[in-house]
């Protein structure tokens, strides 16, 4: 399958640029000497991300649920919605926390969940974020991010044949590969 050509309003991401595109992030955080005691990665696109972070650093990792493209196959923002509760396995949220996402769009969730943390989470000490891309329309410039996107393209990441795939449709795509394998 070809991958469409990027331009000033797409960017089109496979899975090997996206994986290097963390490892690059994290050599970033790494780099500036900023120790964090905890990864809060903001769901859903901050999951893998925030993933790797946990592993790499060696260090606990939180999931606090966003949403605001949930329309159209996640192509729509709408109302930013915050989960009630942050999901850890031990403890609660506190010290330094890095704030990691793959993207600073309008900036909005980034700046919001800020704020949630600094009401919510007196223990916090200090709050850093992270993420792959950063929009030129952000209000919010990231402390870290990988890709500066002055144009501010829609972002097609590799994992987004997911959003409109169902199981049938899974089932299918499998039994393709799998026939091709064996021919």
């Known amino acids: 399958m070809h991958m469409p050509i990027s331009d000033d309003k797409h960017l089109w991401v496979n899975w090997d640029e996206y994986h290097h595109a963390i490892e690059q992030l994290m050599r970033q955080v ?31 990792l939180a999931i606090l649920s966003t949403s605001s493209y949930r329309e159209a196959a996640g192509t729509v923002q709408g109302n930013l919605d915050i989960a009630e509760h942050i999901t850890m396995t031990r403890g609660s949220l506190g010290g330094r926390i890095l704030i990691v996402d793959d993207l600073a769009d309008s900036g909005v ?12 989470f007196p223990a916090v000490s200090e709050v850093r974020t992270a993420v792959i891309w950063c929009k030129a329309c952000s209000v919010i410039k990231p402390d ?3 890709h500066f996107l002055p144009t501010n393209p829609w972002i097609h990441q590799p994992f987004e044949e997911y959003d409109s795939m169902r199981p049938a449709e899974l089932v299918e795509k499998l039994a393709g590969m799998e026939k091709a394998k064996a021919e």
């Open 30 to 60: 790494h780099e500036s000497g900023w120790q964090f005691d905890q990864v809060l990665c903001l769901a859903r696109g901050g999951l893998r991300p925030g993933d790797v972070f946990s592993r790499v650093y060696d260090v606990p």
């Open 109 to 120: 969730t980034l700046r919001r969940v800020k704020e949630h943390l600094a009401h919510r």
């Open 144 to 146: 870290y991010y990988v």
